[in-house]
C-alpha cells in the first residue's frame, strides 16, 4: 500500500471517529434544542395543545377529543446526523476557496436544521387534528420522503456552490504541468509529466472502509431487532397477565407489522380474555399500517373475530372478562384510553 493511500484511510478513519464521537456527545443537547424550537414554532403561530413534557425531549400533545399522549424527540429524529454528515463531506472536498466552503457548509447546514423543524412541526399538526394514529402514519411515511427530499436538495445546494463556476474550461482543471527538459511538448498534453511510480488508486479503499462499516450498521442492526424480539417473546410468555397486556402494547408501539409473527403466535395460545382483547385492539387501532405480509393479514382476521367473540362472551354487552386482582377489563381499557368492544 502506497503513503499516499495510507494518508487516504487514516483521513477517512479519524474523520468517522470524530463523527461518531460529536454524535455521541452532541444528540442531547441537539435533541433539546429541536424540542424547544419545535414547541415554540408552533406557540408562534398561534397552537396551544402543546407543552414541554417532563424531560427535555418530550413534548404533551393535547389533541382535545382525541385524547392527551405524549411524544419524544428519538436520536434518529435529530438533525445532528445530517449535519455531521454534511460536515464530513465538506471537509472530503477539493481544494478551492474557503470562503466559498464556509459559506456552502453554513448554508446547507442551516437548511438541513429547518427542515427537520418544519418536519417534527408538521408531524406534530397532524397529531393535533386527527390523532396519534395518524401522527405516527405521517411520520413514518410523508415526514420520511420529506427529510429524504431536503436533504437531498441540500446536498445538491452545498455542491453547486462549491464546485468551480461556468466558463472555466475543463482543460485547465484537468491539466498537468509540464516537464522541464522536453522541448516541442506543450503544457498539459500526453506525455509532458515525467515518470512517476504508479501509486495504488485510493477509490477502492474506500470502497472497502465504506463498504465494511455498512455491514457493520447492517448486523448491528440485526442484532437489536433479535435482542428486542427476543425481550417481547419473554413479556408476552409472562405469567401475569398484565405484564403481557404491557408487551403488546410495546409491540404495538413498535410497530404491529414488523411484529405480526410475534403477536399471531402469542394470539394463538393465549387464554386470558382480557389480554386477547387488548391485542386484538392494538391490532385495530393499527389498521393504517399497509398489509404487507401474509402473518399481518391473518393478524387482522383474528383481531376482527376476536372482537366479535368477546361481545358475544360478554352476553349483555358487559366487560368481556376480568383482569387481576378481580379488575375489569372495561375498566382497564377504558382508564388507558381504549374502547370496548
Not at 415554540?40 to 389533541?63: E, F, Q, W
Not at 465504506?210 to 448491528?220: E, K, R, W, Y
Amino acid at each position: 500500500m502506497s503513503p499516499e493511500s495510507l494518508r487516504v484511510f487514516a483521513r477517512i478513519s479519524l474523520l468517522l471517529v470524530l463523527t461518531l464521537a460529536g454524535f455521541t456527545a452532541g444528540q442531547q443537547a441537539v435533541r433539546d434544542f429541536e424540542t424547544s424550537a419545535t414547541v415554540n414554532a408552533l406557540r408562534l403561530l398561534g397552537v396551544t395543545g402543546v407543552s414541554h413534557g417532563l424531560t427535555p425531549t418530550s413534548v404533551i400533545v393535547d389533541a382535545g377529543p382525541r385524547g392527551v399522549f405524549a411524544l419524544v424527540l428519538s436520536p434518529s429524529c435529530s438533525s445532528l446526523a445530517s449535519l455531521l454528515a454534511l460536515a464530513s463531506l465538506a471537509v472530503l472536498r477539493p481544494p478551492g476557496s474557503r470562503t466559498r466552503l464556509v459559506l456552502a457548509v453554513t448554508a446547507a447546514m442551516a437548511l438541513v436544521f429547518v427542515g427537520n423543524i418544519v418536519r417534527i412541526t408538521a408531524s406534530l399538526g397532524v397529531g393535533l387534528l386527527t390523532g396519534p394514529s395518524s401522527l405516527v402514519l405521517f411520520h413514518d411515511w410523508v415526514g420520511s420522503l420529506f427529510g429524504f427530499a431536503y436533504t437531498l436538495g441540500v446536498f445538491l445546494l452545498m455542491l453547486w456552490l462549491l464546485l468551480p463556476r461556468d466558463g472555466v474550461p475543463l482543460e485547465e482543471l484537468c491539466a498537468t504541468p509540464a516537464s522541464p527538459g522536453v522541448p516541442g511538448v506543450p503544457p498539459g498534453s500526453a506525455g509532458s509529466a515525467a515518470p512517476t511510480a504508479e501509486a495504488v488508486s485510493p477509490e477502492p479503499l474506500g470502497l472497502a472502509v465504506g463498504g465494511g462499516l455498512v455491514a457493520l450498521a447492517a448486523l448491528h442492526s440485526a442484532l437489536t431487532r433479535r435482542a428486542v424480539r427476543h425481550r417481547l417473546r419473554a413479556a408476552l410468555a409472562h405469567a401475569e397477565p398484565s405484564t403481557r397486556v404491557a408487551a403488546v402494547q410495546t409491540a404495538g408501539e413498535n410497530g404491529v407489522g414488523r411484529n405480526a409473527r410475534i403477536l399471531l403466535a402469542a394470539a394463538g395460545t393465549e387464554a386470558d380474555i382480557w389480554v386477547r382483547q387488548v391485542l386484538a385492539q392494538t391490532v385495530t387501532r393499527h389498521r393504517w399500517e399497509p398489509a404487507s405480509t401474509r402473518a399481518l393479514v391473518d393478524l387482522r382476521i383474528w383481531a376482527k373475530q376476536e372482537l366479535l367473540w368477546g361481545r358475544l362472551e360478554s352476553g349483555d354487552g358487559d366487560a368481556p372478562g376480568t383482569g387481576p386482582d378481580g379488575v375489569t377489563a372495561e375498566a382497564v381499557l377504558t382508564e388507558s384510553g381504549w374502547w370496548v368492544a
